[in-house]
T-cell receptor, first 110, second 112 residues
Framework: ETGVTQTPRHLVMGMTNKKSLKCEQHLGHNAMYWYKQSAKKPLELMFVYNFKEQTENNSVPSRFSPECPNSSHLFLHLHTLQPEDSALYLCASGGIYGYTFGSGTRLTVV | SQQGEEDPQALSIQEGENATMNCSYK?????LQWYRQNSGRGLVHLIL?????REKHSGRLRVTLDTSKKSSSLLITASRAADTASYFC????????????FGEGTQLTVNP
């Protein structure tokens, strides 16, 4: 375990489903991040939260809705996804001296 | 555009050989970091080198930084099959605030 826990590890969902990804860290970090990693593509930063406030949204479609109730928890709510949204979703926490990543959620949209 | 760009995109070597991966970046940085990612898993922080450092070692890892050329290299000596993974550089950059910008990664395959 890295200190950042992501659940579930795998998720298969239909295009009309609603699901949520969860990320939890107890490392005392104030910043948390969602990344998308598709096959043969670079890491794509999706959202940044600092002290529970969203500080960055990289033009992510509204079918992805983040939530950060406190500095230790981060959610990514998913609804009406497309097959091209299938990817590995990574959560991280930390700052300029290093990030700690979770193991990711492998999402498949069918 | 990506702050960090790794070179080569893919590298295949035999066990026992050394592996060298390079990273170039565009803007001034405070530090540069290297991460490793096993297939389908999260990234793991390997080493950080500050902008005022030129070389840093950690076990079989050696990182160099040339701020005049805006480039860094990661050397893995005496490679093992277990070193097979993707390796990413990340920079903080003066304009990126507290967040890091990751390169596209080098896929290293170490054949037994």
């Amino acid at each position: 375990e890295t200190g950042v826990t992501q659940t579930p590890r795998h998720l298969v969902m239909g295009m009309t489903n609603k699901k949520s990804l969860k990320c939890e860290q107890h490392l005392g970090h104030n910043a948390m991040y969602w990344y998308k990693q598709s096959a043969k593509k670079p890491l794509e930063l999706m959202f940044v939260y600092n002290f529970k406030e969203q500080t960055e949204n990289n033009s992510v479609p509204s079918r992805f809705s983040p939530e950060c109730p406190n500095s230790s928890h981060l959610f990514l709510h998913l609804h009406t996804l497309q097959p091209e949204d299938s990817a590995l979703y990574l959560c991280a926490s930390g700052g300029i001296y290093g990030y700690t990543f979770g193991s990711g959620t492998r999402l498949t949209v069918v | 555009s990506q702050q960090g760009e790794e070179d080569p995109q893919a590298l295949s070597i035999q066990e026992g050989e050394n592996a060298t991966m390079n990273c170039s970046y565009k803007t001034s940085i405070n530090n540069l970091q290297w991460y490793r990612q096993n297939s389908g898993r999260g990234l793991v922080h390997l080493i950080l080198i500050r902008s005022n450092e030129r070389e840093k070692h950690s076990g079989r890892l050696r990182v160099t930084l040339d701020t005049s050329k805006k480039s860094s290299s990661l050397l893995i000596t005496a490679s093992r099959a277990a070193d097979t993974a993707s390796y990413f550089c990340a920079t903080d950059g003066e304009t990126s605030g507290s967040r890091l910008t990751f390169g596209e990664g080098t896929q290293l395959t170490v054949n037994p």
